[in-house]
């Protein structure tokens, strides 16, 4: 007699839990690249803070102070107005002053923000702020870009977030049948069992435990797949490896695994309940 796991009901279940979580953790990996997407915008929006033509330059030297020690910059860059002439030289390859006769370039200060306020609500408060000091001109940030990528996050979130749910409910059915159609021809020795005074319990620990199995080697399985195919898409492009961290990319790996056992083991508790709450005569009718 051959073992469960070798029969063709038991390869089935594995088949189609191995492929509804190969899709799962593709979602995953997918809304995981989305976030990391955003945070690299939000980590490389840079606020140019132009300072009047006339400021003092030990002016600006104090506010770049205040910048750094503030709590919503991770990064404070001063330009001088002589460095800006210099900077453009190189890029456009001529000198300004000569042809406009003075320096039209103005002092800034590069600030990059960190992530938690690089959004809409937080640079207008900024804004304002820096706005109340005599030598600052005007700030100038790209609102729009960075508006247009959190838009864009988002609805790809909520739309991965749909796709999940859907996989979600389609796995739970698909896997449910098949794990009752793999207990179904154990029904009579349940029943037998139940009439020989063996608690529900002990009846349906195998069943529960074998399945268990099938939902952590399916797991494994499908993240060896997801693994594989990540390994081949950052061959191809290698920038990609930045957008998908290894702890990231970890905790949806355990996931997979996780839900994996958890909705097998609970299928087969359910099944096995289903049979055992039938009475005998009812067990040749399903």
Not at 95 to 109: K, S
Request: with cysteine; charged share 20%; glycine share 4%.
């Amino acid at each position: 007699m051959k073992k469960p796991i070798f029969k063709i009901q038991t390869i089935s279940v594995y088949i189609s839990t191995t492929l509804v979580l190969l899709l799962l953790g593709a979602m995953g990996i997918l809304f995981v690249a989305a976030q990391e997407v955003s945070k690299s915008v939000q980590d490389n929006l840079g606020v140019s803070v132009i300072m009047n033509n006339d400021a003092p330059e030990a002016d600006i030297l104090k506010l770049k102070e205040r910048l750094d020690a503030s709590g919503y910059t991770q990064a404070v860059k001063y330009i001088s107005k002589e460095q800006a002439l210099e900077e453009q030289k190189l890029e456009l390859k001529a000198d300004p002053v000569e042809q406009l006769g003075y320096n039209p370039y103005e002092a800034e200060i590069e600030l990059t923000l960190k992530p938690e306020y690089a959004n809409k609500d937080s640079l207008v408060m900024i804004e304002k702020s820096l706005l109340r000091n005599k030598e600052v001109k005007e700030l100038i940030y790209q609102q729009e870009l960075m508006d247009s990528v959190n838009e864009g996050i988002q609805k790809i979130g909520l739309t991965l977030l749909a796709f999940l749910a859907m996989l979600t409910l389609i796995s739970w059915s698909l896997i449910s049948n098949l794990v009752r159609l793999s207990i179904y021809s154990k029904r009579f020795l349940m029943h037998t069992m139940k009439l020989t005074g063996a608690t529900w319990g002990f009846i349906r620990r195998p069943f529960i435990v074998s399945n268990m199995w099938i939902g952590l080697l399916s797991g494994v399985l499908a993240n060896a797949m997801l693994a594989a195919g990540i390994y081949f898409l950052q061959q191809q492009e290698p920038v990609l490896a930045a957008y998908l961290p290894i702890d990231n990319l970890a905790v949806v790996g355990a996931a997979v695994i996780l839900f994996g056992i958890t909705i097998c083991s609970l299928c087969a508790f359910l099944s096995v309940n289903r049979f055992l709450r039938m009475r005998n005569n009812d067990l040749y009718f399903i």
